[in-house]
């Protein structure tokens, strides 16, 4: 007995409002979540490539705003150069004995310096020439032109230079630097230049450009103070004559390339042979020479009393390899390992390299903060959503659908009269309106139901009987059309070996034919003729002598023929047995299946499929290659594998009939294709195979040539499916020949493995 609750004893159940919007306010959540994570991506994006864009900027004016001081002392040369070779000019066509005299003075220490009683180092150039310079006509005039120029030049300049001043060849410095007025009169008589950068960089074998040149950054030790030093050789004929040259203070610079950066960034400012020349963390330390960033790697023991942690050398090191490895003309690469965007220029002069490094963070954390507040405002208008969304849900929808569940309880307990309130004009009260119909609908339907069973297992019965007829109908058919099918498969195969015994019953008769029994026959006369002087008719008469050799010729002429007869009796006695082992095989398919298997050499089961197409290839002019590579015996049914070879060979000569004569070629390969299988391929070089037709050509009654019947490749690729294994076929396209793959397991073991997957 069943049962039924009413339904006000129906358990509780969920709220419908709660789940709904547990459901909605999950689904808005994950919409808020992905909406504030595209706001991230956009944000972090657009902050990105603004601040590539600063960067570039930044990099870009700075490099000009630096480089200003570089150009224009490569510019002073230029106008110094043009007024040293003027002067050489003008005063080879004086004699500067007399003013040469009146402004140097050889010392007792064997130098030659300005005379102390006229000179000021604050108004006028200094000369220091070592000792042992040969003083002739030729070295005054460019002494002489070389100080008129420092004096005419190098007080204008010193607004921006520290120094200017002129070297010759010889190792002599005329210079004016109004902040150390005595430096020339107090040098030591041993002071060279010739091993300083900045003379051996202007020497023709170091400068064949003859070009202006920026020497390594330097520290003055009494001042602490680092610079650098440009030098411009001047050639006059072909002759090196003098070097002008600048020393540039480099403080100012250091300092603002430090100090000066877009917030979040910083800059560096080196060499692109790894000189550091300013970096905020890598400050160099007086007297400790200057910072290389390809030897120091970031190890302790490669730097002494450089400041900056290990970390910081190392994460330098990373950033000059990724420099080196910059394409010309490219502003703007990143370090990944870092986390940095880089921006990159050259100072016009030094061609030293300008860095702004800004840490990705920058970007990222300002493009946190913006989603973090679309987050926030998404989290509460999530709220009061929800809050007003159950208001709604509980009013309109929850108590309306109460009703309903209600109405439903007395529906299950057979309680057709049901009242719900059809007033409301939306889709509850339409609702309404089609469950009070349904539930008349029903209670009509139950009763016409009731009836209607009285009268249905008399229609079942008879509907059973009327679907064992169809059944029986429907067997016998399958039956003829399998037969019918065995049928066509036995027409088709015996009629490919029965063409090959033909063939071979028309040589033999040929061969018999051409046998030369008459002459037989005409030597045995001519013997009787002369039986009672054969011995002399063999050794004098001329058509005795020959006799002997025509017989023996004879001889071997017919054990010849008959063994060619015998091999062809052999291939139509074997040709037989294959037409009976096909009946038979045939046979089988109309009874219940049965495995026969036996040891089977494949090389030869190939060979005999080559024999029994032998006659036919023979007459299209088909030349076999064979590949058959040794292996073991393989555990099979023999006439089925054959059946299969014979049909494939057949179908493979009929598509060379396109190709022309002595160009048909047929290779047929046997290989092991993985453990436990083997396959044998036969290709041809014919017609070919469309594409769309490569998956239709293995359907029952279809076929491409105009005499076929479409049965062979139907039935060889179900006796490859019994035999456990597949036939598939490949062709590059329409005359461009077919492959077609036959693929066998060496055992049964392997057959039944394959069959179960």
Do not use: C
Not at 116 to 139: H, I, N, Q, S, Y
Request: proline share 4%; glycine share 6%.
């Amino acid at each position: 007995m069943v049962v039924r609750q009413h339904a006000s004893s129906l358990p509780a159940r969920s709220s419908l409002a709660r789940s709904t919007l547990i459901k909605m306010g999950v689904r808005i959540a994950v919409i808020i979540a992905l909406t504030t994570l595209f706001s991230y991506l956009h944000i972090f994006h657009s902050l990105r490539d603004e601040a590539l864009v600063q960067l570039e900027r930044n990099v870009t004016e700075r490099s000009q705003r630096e480089q200003t001081l570089f150009v224009l002392a490569e510019d002073n040369h230029a106008a110094m150069k043009v007024a040293m070779a003027e002067r050489l000019r003008t005063l080879s066509q004086e004699d500067v004995d007399a003013r040469f005299n009146s402004l140097f003075a050889l010392r007792p220490d064997g130098t030659l310096r300005n005379r102390r009683e006229l000179f000021d180092g604050t108004r006028m150039p200094g000369v220091f020439v070592p000792k042992d310079v040969t003083l002739d006509a030729d070295f005054r005039r460019r002494l002489v032109a070389a100080y008129d120029v420092v004096s005419q030049y190098a007080p204008a300049f010193h607004v921006r230079f520290t120094n200017t001043g002129i070297m010759l060849p010889e190792g002599v410095v005329v210079g004016y630097w109004p902040e150390g007025p005595n430096y020339f009169q107090d040098l030591e008589a041993t002071f060279s230049i010739k091993d300083f950068e900045y003379f051996t960089l202007a020497q023709p074998e170091h400068n064949p450009k003859r070009e202006s040149v920026w020497t390594s950054i330097f520290e003055d030790p009494p001042t602490q103070t680092w610079m650098v030093t440009v030098t411009t050789p001047l050639d006059v004929d072909g002759r090196y004559v003098g070097t002008m040259s600048h020393d540039l203070l480099l403080n100012d610079l250091m300092g603002r390339t430090i100090n000066n950066h877009i917030p979040g960034a910083y800059n560096i400012l080196l060499r692109d042979d790894g000189q550091l020349i300013a970096h905020p963390e890598m400050k160099m330390k007086s007297g400790e020479g200057v910072y290389d960033i390809q030897k120091n790697t970031g190890k302790p023991e490669d730097v002494s009393a450089h400041a900056g942690t290990a970390e910081a050398r190392a994460h330098l090191h990373a950033i000059f390899q990724k420099l080196k490895d910059l394409p010309p003309g490219e502003v703007l690469l990143e370090v990944p390992e870092y986390g940095e965007l880089l921006a990159v220029a050259r100072l016009q002069g030094p061609e030293w390299i300008a860095v702004t490094v800004l840490p990705e963070q920058v970007v990222s954390s300002a493009a946190f903060r913006a989603a973090r507040y679309v987050l926030g405002f998404g989290v509460v208008s999530l709220l009061l959503e929800l809050v007003i969304m159950y208001w709604v849900l509980r009013q309109q929808i929850s108590r309306p659908l109460l009703d309903f569940t209600q109405a439903t309880a007395r529906l299950e307990a057979g309680d057709f009269n049901v009242e719900l309130d059809t007033s409301r004009d939306d889709e509850l009260g339409h609702l309404a309106s089609s469950f009070q119909r349904m539930a008349d609908e029903i209670h009509r339907r139950e009763e016409a139901l009731r009836q209607a069973n009285e009268g249905l297992e008399q229609r079942v019965e008879q509907r059973t009987r009327e679907l064992q007829e169809v059944h029986r109908k429907l067997v016998e058919t399958a039956r003829q059309v399998g037969r019918a099918e065995i049928a066509t498969n036995v027409l088709h195969n015996v009629g490919n070996v029965l063409n090959s015994v033909l063939t071979s019953t028309l040589l033999a008769r040929e061969r018999l034919t051409a046998l030369k029994l008459e002459s037989v026959e005409k030597v045995a006369e001519l013997l009787e003729q002369h039986r009672n002087d054969l011995p002399t008719f063999l050794s004098q008469d001329e058509r005795g002598k020959n006799v002997l050799p025509f017989i023996t010729r004879l001889g071997k002429y017919m054990q010849v023929e008959r063994q060619e007869i015998q091999t062809l009796l052999g291939d139509v006695s074997r040709h037989t047995e294959h037409i009976g082992a096909i009946v038979k095989l045939q046979q089988r398919y109309a009874r219940t299946p049965q495995q026969l298997y036996e040891s089977v050499n494949l090389g030869e089961l190939v060979e005999d499929a080559l024999r029994i197409n032998q006659a036919a290839l023979g007459r299209h002019s088909v030349k076999v290659e064979r590949k058959l590579a040794e292996m073991p015996a393989v555990v099979t049914e023999k006439h089925k594998v054959l059946m299969i070879l014979v049909n494939l060979i057949s179908n493979a000569k009929y598509a060379m009939d396109v190709v022309p004569e002595g160009q048909r070629h047929l290779t047929v390969s046997l290989a092991n294709s993985s453990p436990g299988h083997v396959h044998i391929e036969v290709r041809d070089n014919g017609m070919g195979i469309a594409p769309e037709m490569l998956t239709r050509i293995f359907q029952n009654g279809f076929t491409t040539r105009e005499d076929g019947h479409g049965f062979g490749l139907h039935s060889s690729a179900l006796a490859a499916q019994e035999l456990g294994g597949s036939l598939k076929a490949y062709s590059p396209g329409p005359g461009k020949g077919a492959t077609f793959t036959l693929e066998l397991p060496t055992t049964p073991d392997q057959r039944g493995e394959r069959a179960s997957a």
